[in-house]
């Protein structure tokens, strides 16, 4: 992989944010779920995540997560989504979602 600058890493917008809403999303080509995303004064946010192997909707609700933010808007389906929740590849291939170890105000960045 390429390395790059941390001015490059400075033009990716990760901020933490909180689940609010959580829906199946059957018309998805992979199995995935309809977020929206409260990012506090960057309001609210919606994404498709494919990460129904080891999170159900309400089990999503209130829970903290890390995105980008700076993305252009991507059509999934008759879904926009605005954000790319972060995970990482658990041991069987799926996704994990990243948290903050700590309380941090929606909206607040990565650095």
């Not at 890493?9 to 909180?18: A, D, L, P, Q, Y």
């Not at 903290?64 to 972060?86: K, M």
């Amino acid at each position: 992989m390429a390395s790059i600058t941390y001015i490059d890493f400075e033009k990716v917008e990760i901020r933490s944010g909180r689940v609010v809403r959580a829906e199946p999303f059957p018309k998805a080509k992979k199995p995935a779920y309809r977020l929206w995303i409260d990012f506090g004064e960057f309001g609210l946010k919606q994404s498709s995540a494919q990460i129904t192997s080891h999170y159900s909707c309400p089990d999503l609700i209130g829970r903290a997560v890390l995105a980008v933010t700076n993305f252009p808007p991507r059509q999934v389906a008759d879904f926009i989504s605005e954000v790319l929740v972060l995970g990482v590849v658990g041991p069987d291939n799926d996704v994990v979602l990243i948290k903050p170890d700590f309380e941090v105000p929606p909206g607040s960045r990565v650095l």
